[in-house]
T-cell receptor, first 111, second 115 residues
């Protein structure tokens, strides 16, 4: 089955700096990679996603890059704000339409 | 808000008991997936229902079972509860299983505590 690894597990940045979270996956057939933000006591919220036929996608301060050859994808948040503080999860969708999640990155943005 | 609702929000059970959790999908979505999220971990896939049929299952024992109804709402049933079943149970709905429309939207979850 698919195995998704996520790094780092915790990340602290100064407000205004950039944050980068990296994930690797094992199943070359995986074709869809969403990123979720989870705040305390809430369910995961989709923030951006990318499909396997695209190398990069950007939405305002958030961008995701995908390297299919190396089987890794990354989340980039620029100009971080205190409200970006949360736990972020990457996920990979396999051909069986099953989603496998990373173990999460706790991001703290220091004002 | 995703439009996915779950009930109850919190639940306390004792070991050996049975529990039923409920999920109402976002309007227009025919696919529901259930996940177990232990504290400090990522969601773990339990199973998925597409048009009332199970459409994939993760590495969970048979005492985890589910149903999807004609209105695409869903239930997760867990029998013979164990202490390790204590977790946040998440439901996610998506428009369908087909590529390009598989984006999942999560509900707020049900927090289950087994004593």
């Amino acid at each position: 089955g698919e195995n998704v690894e996520q790094h780092p597990s915790t990340l602290s940045v100064q407000e205004g700096d950039s944050a980068v979270i990296k994930c690797t996956y094992s199943d070359s057939a995986s074709n869809y990679f969403p990123w979720y933000k989870q705040e305390l006591g809430k369910g995961p919220q989709l923030i951006i996603d990318i499909r396997s036929n695209v190398g990069e996608k950007k939405d305002q301060r958030i961008a995701v890059t995908l390297n299919k050859t190396a089987k890794h994808f990354s989340l980039h948040i620029t100009e971080t704000q205190p409200e970006d503080s949360a736990v972020y999860f990457c996920a990979a969708r396999t051909t069986g339409n099953q989603f496998y999640f990373g173990t999460g990155t706790s991001l703290t943005v220091i004002p | 808000e995703t439009g996915v609702t779950q009930s109850p929000t919190h639940l306390i059970k004792t070991r050996g008991q049975q529990v039923t959790l409920r999920c109402s999908s976002q309007s227009g979505h025919n696919t529901v997936s259930w996940y177990q999220q232990a504290l400090g971990q990522g969601p773990q896939f339990i199973f998925q229902y597409y048009r009332e049929e199970e459409n994939g299952r993760g590495n969970f024992p048979p005492r985890f079972s589910g149903l999807q109804f004609p209105n695409y709402s869903s239930e997760l049933n867990v029998n013979a509860l164990e202490l390790d079943d204590s977790a946040l149970y998440l439901c996610a709905s998506s428009p369908t299983v087909w590529r390009g429309q598989e984006t999942q939207y999560f509900g707020p979850g049900t927090r289950l505590l087994v004593l």
